[in-house]
């Protein structure tokens, strides 16, 4: 069977939906980014990747839920969804989760918050959004950053136990500039304490220097990481197409990750690299080996 990898991932269709992020600034990342492209650079790679799950990238429609529910027909590399709704508003979120569950590829909701204010993990409206997700089974990644957002990833495993909650990019620490670093391992630290709560390790040379970046910045923050929630509870994330803002590729940003877990038995290394993803999102379609 060999190594079970599932690739998380985003994709965008700027000639479909209005993106907030990337811009014309970003030259790198603004064009779309498809199944059919990250399939193309795998396509000649050793890298064993033949599952995608897919995560959010717009806040403001429900139309990108069924987008990739639609790319999923015809991509069986697809076999996980994180979607959105609108967590501000829990009067609605009941019925339309509903709606998507029936579609076997949901398998959890984010909310990206970089664009909200600092208290919006904590607010009622969100909490109770949050409460139905947690009823429907669902999982909610946590897209944070010290100092202020990541301190919810604790606040939120403590008040919801049985939602698994995945906290992207490891919590975005300032790999390059150091700032802040006190405040996201106390929170880290924190909510790992919490079983209902995963670590994607993903992200990671975007948050370091972009230019000059090499395994030795980013494998500390790793190792933090692993020791804090152990090898079952940390998932590999490619971050695709994000990472090539840093001048990488998917080979590269995988390759830095296998040097960082070096430290690894290979058993762990296997849950790392997919079978965590698998069982933490609960994946319900076939898998491709």
């Not at 779309?32 to 717009?58: A, H």
């Not at 100092?147 to 698994?164: D, G, I, N, Q, V």
């Not at 390059?176 to 880290?188: F, L, P, R, S, V």
Request: proline share 5%; glycine share 6%.
């Amino acid at each position: 069977m060999g190594e079970i990898i599932a690739g998380i991932s985003d994709f965008w269709n700027l000639k479909k939906f209005n993106y907030a992020w990337p811009t014309e600034e970003h030259s790198a990342l603004f064009r779309s980014f498809l199944p059919e492209d990250l399939e193309d650079e795998l396509k000649n790679s050793s890298i064993p990747v033949k599952n995608f799950i897919f995560v959010q990238v717009v806040n403001n429609t429900l139309d990108e839920n069924y987008w990739i529910f639609d790319l999923a027909r015809k991509h069986s590399s697809i076999v996980g969804v994180v979607g959105w709704v609108d967590l501000s508003k829990p009067d609605e979120v009941g019925a339309i989760v509903d709606n998507l569950r029936t579609n076997p590829l949901l398998v959890g909701l984010r909310y990206i918050t970089e664009f909200e204010d600092s208290d919006w993990l904590g607010r009622p409206e969100v909490h109770k959004s949050l409460s139905i997700i947690e009823n429907r089974g669902l999982t909610f990644d946590l897209l944070i950053r010290p100092p202020h957002k990541s301190r919810y990833a604790a606040e939120l495993a403590e008040k919801f136990p049985r939602l698994k909650l995945m906290i992207d990019h490891i919590g975005k620490p300032d790999i390059k500039d150091g700032k802040y670093i006190d405040e996201w391992k106390q929170h880290i630290s924190q909510a790992a304490k919490y079983p209902n709560v995963y670590c994607k390790l993903s992200g990671l040379v975007t948050e370091a220097d972009l230019d000059t970046w090499k395994s030795h910045d980013l494998k500390p923050y790793v190792k933090f990481c692993l020791d804090c929630f152990g090898a079952r509870r940390c998932v590999f994330g490619s971050d695709y197409p994000v990472f090539r803002m840093a001048n990488t590729t998917y080979e590269g940003v995988y390759t830095v990750l296998q040097e960082c877990l070096d430290g690894c038995t290979e058993e762990e290394k296997r849950a790392i690299w997919g079978e965590n993803a698998v069982e933490f999102y609960n994946i319900k379609v076939p898998l491709n080996y």
